[in-house]
């Protein structure tokens, strides 16, 4: 399956401890972006990168949020200091350089979190 | 700012049957473009069809097609002979075309579609 992966696919955590969540994205897929869903909610934008740089980032992710793309292929997003406010479903998408469909967005299967 | 808006939490369909999904948008950009993405159960959002703020045409993919009304601000996703895989959440989301910036998306709060045999 060469689609996006993310690992782990679950993971529960108490409060006050530190988790690592990891997107490989499709293969020359250029850009990739970190989103957070919660029930009831669409996908909300938490950052992007373009190849290792990372470009946006949302006003609403705090500083207990790092995300980081060292060679511009897979990502990780890190959540230190977890609070039970952080859990969510954190979804992954990449996408292509060029792309006719207005450079859609192929998403990883997420991982949900929940913290205890 | 770029704001979605889902009116309808829930739609029931007849399989068979066609069906609309609503979604108007808000935005004060001319270029920008709208896509629609369904997500199962299993929660990968799939990508259905996508509609630029300067194509003329609505934009059509298999059973899926677009009703693009520019002036009205709407979107709407329309779904053709429904099957009982159709059912799923369906998000409609919007950006900026990346000749004005950025590629994020938007997105709305989504529509329950549930196909009854």
């Known amino acids: 399956d060469t689609g996006v992966s993310q690992d782990p696919r679950h993971k529960i955590t108490k409060r006050g401890q530190n988790v690592t969540f990891r997107c490989d994205p499709i293969?020359?897929?250029?850009?990739l972006y970190w989103y957070r869903q919660t029930l009831g909610q669409g996908p909300e934008f938490l950052t992007y990168?373009?190849?290792?740089?990372?470009?946006?980032k949302s006003r609403l992710l705090s500083d207990r949020f790092s995300a980081e793309r060292p060679k511009g292929s897979f990502s990780t997003l890190e959540i230190q200091r977890t609070e039970q406010g952080d859990s969510a479903m954190y979804l992954c998408?990449?996408?292509?350089?060029?792309?006719?469909?207005?450079?859609?967005?192929?998403f990883g299967p997420g991982t949900r979190l929940t913290v205890l | 700012a770029q704001k979605i808006t889902q009116t309808q939490p829930g739609m029931f369909v007849q399989e068979k049957e066609a069906v609309t999904l609503d979604c108007t948008y808000d935005?004060?950009?001319?270029?920008?473009?709208l896509f629609w993405y369904k997500q199962p159960s299993s929660g990968e959002m799939i990508f259905l069809i996508y509609?630029?703020?300067?194509?003329?045409q609505n934009a059509t993919e298999g059973r899926y097609s677009l009703n693009f009304q520019k002036a009205r601000k709407s979107a709407n996703l329309v779904i053709s002979a429904s099957q009982l895989g159709d059912s799923a959440m369906y998000f409609c989301?919007?950006?900026?075309?990346?000749?004005?910036?950025?590629?994020?998306?938007?997105f709305g709060r989504g529509t329950s579609l549930i196909v009854h045999p």
């Open positions: 998408a990449s996408s292509p350089p060029l792309n006719p469909r207005g450079n859609e967005q192929f």
């Open positions: 509609q630029g703020s300067y194509d003329e």
């Open positions: 935005t004060s950009d001319q270029s920008y473009g």
């Open positions: 989301a919007m950006r900026k075309s990346p000749s004005g910036g950025s590629y994020i998306p938007t």
């Open positions: 990168f373009q190849n290792e740089a990372q470009l946006e």
């Open positions: 293969s020359e897929h250029n850009r």
